[in-house]
Nanobody, 125 residues
Framework: QVQLVESGGGLVQAGGSLRLSCAAS????????MGWFRQLPGKEREFVAA????????YYGDSVKGRFTIARDNAKNTVYLQMLSLRPEDTAVYYC??????????????????WGQGTQVTVSS
């Protein structure tokens, strides 16, 4: 069992930055890839970024490459999403997710079996 709690969302002006955190419980954290997804009302959940269990490999959605950075601290059971140069189109609820141990895809919601409650990010123009 893994529980995920996101924090760090809020309201920021375009061009600003935010750092999201996701604190995880459970003994399998370092064995799991972790991902960030985002969702607008009525839309499908969109892949943002993912990181391997060791932290050695990272992956990004095309819309955030070069602006967002995912990182993890396995000693603290925490994954982060540093967001720079924010745009109004980045406005969404951001979710942290833990990938299932037996799955291999990083950008598919179907391969993640634990999700946080979400944190709202609003970027004003």
């Amino acid at each position: 069992q893994v529980q995920l709690v996101e924090s760090g969302g809020g309201l920021v002006q375009a061009g600003g930055s935010l750092r999201l955190s996701c604190a995880a419980s459970g003994r399998t954290f370092s064995s799991r890839a972790m991902g960030w997804f985002r969702q607008l009302p009525g839309k499908e959940r969109e892949f943002v970024a993912a990181i391997s269990g060791s932290g050695g490999n990272t992956y990004y959605g095309d819309s955030v490459k070069g602006r967002f950075t995912i990182a993890r601290d396995n000693a603290k059971n925490t994954v982060y999403l540093q967001m720079l140069s924010l745009r109004p189109e980045d406005t969404a609820v951001y979710y942290c997710a833990a990938r299932a141990l037996y799955r291999s895809r990083l950008n598919s919601v179907d391969d993640y079996d634990y999700w946080g409650q979400g944190t709202q990010v609003t970027v004003s123009s």
